[in-house]
């Protein structure tokens, strides 16, 4: 999956693979993981960091905490590997029709 350029999902228009924009229809290209993903992991970690804060003794809670900060980067690093070749196009709320 080396592709160079991928079809634009409105017009068609072969799109670069690092364009920000469709030359067609300017519609604006995002990439990689979507946003709710990288909220998930954030919650999960302050989670997971509060469970082995509270789990661990009440001299070092820090150690939790670093847990949960671990958690996170691995997370979000799993999550940009998974979705390398992601892309979406997204239009403007203004420029779609009434």
């Not at 998930?40 to 070092?60: D, H, K, N, W, Y």
């Not at 900060?69 to 998974?82: I, M, P, R």
Request: aromatic content about 8%; charged content about 15%.
């Amino acid at each position: 999956m080396n592709r160079t350029h991928h079809p634009c999902t409105h017009c068609e228009t072969p799109v670069p693979r690092a364009a920000g924009y469709c030359p067609g229809c300017q519609t604006k290209l995002c990439g990689g993981a979507p946003r709710r993903l990288y909220l998930f992991a954030l919650v999960a970690a302050i989670a997971i960091g509060a469970a082995c804060a509270s789990a661990l003794p009440a001299t070092e809670p820090w150690a939790g905490w670093v847990i949960g900060l671990a958690a996170l980067v691995s997370a979000w690093g799993l999550l940009d590997q998974l979705h390398v070749n992601r892309v979406s196009f997204r239009r403007n709320r203004t420029d779609r029709p009434d």
